[in-house]
């Protein structure tokens, strides 16, 4: 059995993450490999897998990270996966990782300005929080903001340059 380490550098069996990276429709016009599996509401495809430490619960993650962790054998890190489709739902394995600058002129490009409430360190603290499980109406609670912005701090719309 080979494992394989994901973003929280945690090693995985690699016929399990293997197994949810194939449940893709590839669409013959576009060439997107078009997850078949859970979608978040941010837009992006998203798969549990146990975690090997029986204490810890599943972990989520998304499927266009882990798609561009496996199939390039790199670990995308604090970095930005990026689709050259724009197409949300796609993992085929020709993403690209973006830089903070570039995710700086995106966000510029697109108006998004982040919530005047939060700042990086609390950001960080909200995606963790999520990652760890806690639910998005408790954290919104904790730091006063609507849930709809916690989310969009999730789905990295906003704060895309905070890693
Ligand atoms: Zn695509």
Not at 106 to 118: E, F, N, T
Not at 123 to 135: A, D, M, P, S, Y
Request: proline share 3%; charged share 30%; aromatic share 10%.
């Amino acid at each position: 059995m080979t494992n394989i380490t994901l973003l929280d550098r945690v090693q995985y069996r690699s016929d399990v993450v293997e197994e949810k990276l194939a449940n893709v429709i590839i669409n013959k016009e576009t060439g997107c490999h078009e997850y078949q599996g859970y979608i978040h509401p941010g837009g992006y495809g998203r798969f549990l897998i146990y975690h090997p430490d029986a204490e810890v619960k599943k972990k989520k993650f998304y499927t266009h990270r882990i798609s561009y962790a496996f199939f390039k054998g790199v670990n995308p890190g604090k970095l930005f996966v990026c689709h050259k489709c724009d197409n949300r739902k796609c993992i085929n394995p020709d993403l690209f990782l973006g830089t903070h600058k570039e995710n700086m002129n995106d966000m510029a490009k697109k108006g998004r300005v982040p919530s005047r409430k939060l700042n990086e360190e609390k950001v960080r603290t909200i995606r963790k929080l999520f990652t760890e499980g806690e639910k998005k109406s408790i954290i919104a609670e904790k730091y006063s903001v609507a849930v709809s912005t916690i989310t969009k701090i999730i789905d990295f719309k906003t704060w895309k340059h905070v890693a």
